[in-house]
T-cell receptor
Framework: GAGVSQSPRYKVAKRGQDVALRCDPI?????LFWYQQALGQGPEFLTY????????KSGLPSDRFFAERPEGSVSTLKIQRTQQEDSAVYLC????????????????FGPGTRLTVL | AQSVSQHNHHVILSEAASLELGCNYS??????LFWYVQYPGQHLQLLLK??????LVKGIKGFEAEFIKSKFSFNLRKPSVQWSDTAEYFC????????????FGTGTLLAVQP
């Protein structure tokens, strides 16, 4: 497909379980972002990759959150020992991210994974 | 820290009414500004963007926004809304430096009544 895809679309976890959320960015996009969107709020930045390098993880709320992009394409966001406050929609976005102009930084969003922690 | 404020959380309009959604940001340097839209059951889509140049930006579906630097504002407008414009609208800012992350407002839920 031409867009960003995410899986699963919905995930229900019991408190304390570990979850893994997957993001497939648009082919050729260098930059990849994860955002968390709580109910009634705007997306909040979690972390940013440029190829396989995680350049900014300042938004990760705790050390239970971990993200990787080992080959510079697919990314996984892992949440360990989930808590109820982790319930949210997790959005992935990608951009061309190449130098040469701000237009390469336009971010394209996936449909999100809605995580519910019981 | 940067922040984005959207003043209207919930707006209800009749079809053909004019729309203006407010957006103010806190960052004082070079910024890129965006409006994203999320239709019911769909993912976030870019409506329009401002990087530089003409401060009046035209986007898809008849939307436009005006960047007023002195007011730190980037308000979204549409002269005549349609029922299909019912959606949630998010303003976002990206600073002009090395950070590529977007800072989003809390969103405005627009309901257009036929």
């Amino acid at each position: 497909g031409a867009g960003v895809s995410q899986s699963p679309r919905y995930k229900v976890a019991k408190r304390g379980q570990d979850v893994a959320l997957r993001c497939d960015p648009i082919s050729g996009h260098v930059s990849l972002f994860w955002y968390q969107q709580a109910l009634g709020q705007g997306p909040e930045f979690l972390t940013y990759f440029q190829n396989e390098a995680q350049l900014d993880k300042s938004g990760l709320p705790s050390d239970r959150f971990f993200a990787e992009r080992p080959e510079g394409s697919v990314s996984t966001l892992k949440i360990q020992r989930t808590q109820q406050e982790d319930s949210a929609v997790y959005l992935c976005a990608s951009s061309l991210g190449r130098s040469g102009g701000a237009q390469y930084n336009e971010q394209f969003f996936g449909p999100g994974t809605r995580l519910t922690v019981l | 820290a940067q922040s984005v404020s959207q003043h209207n959380h919930h707006v209800i309009l009749s079809e053909a009414a004019s729309l203006e959604l407010g957006c103010n940001y806190s960052y004082g340097g070079t910024v890129n500004l965006f409006w994203y839209v999320q239709y019911p059951g769909q993912h976030l889509q870019l409506l329009l963007k401002y990087f530089s140049g003409d401060p009046l930006v035209k986007g898809i579906k008849g939307f436009e926004a005006e960047f007023i630097k002195s007011k730190f504002s980037f308000n979204l407008r549409k002269p005549s809304v349609q029922w299909s414009d019912t959606a949630e609208y998010f303003c976002a800012v990206r600073n002009g430096g090395a950070t590529n992350k977007l800072i989003f407002g809390t969103g405005t839920l627009l309901a257009v009544q036929p």
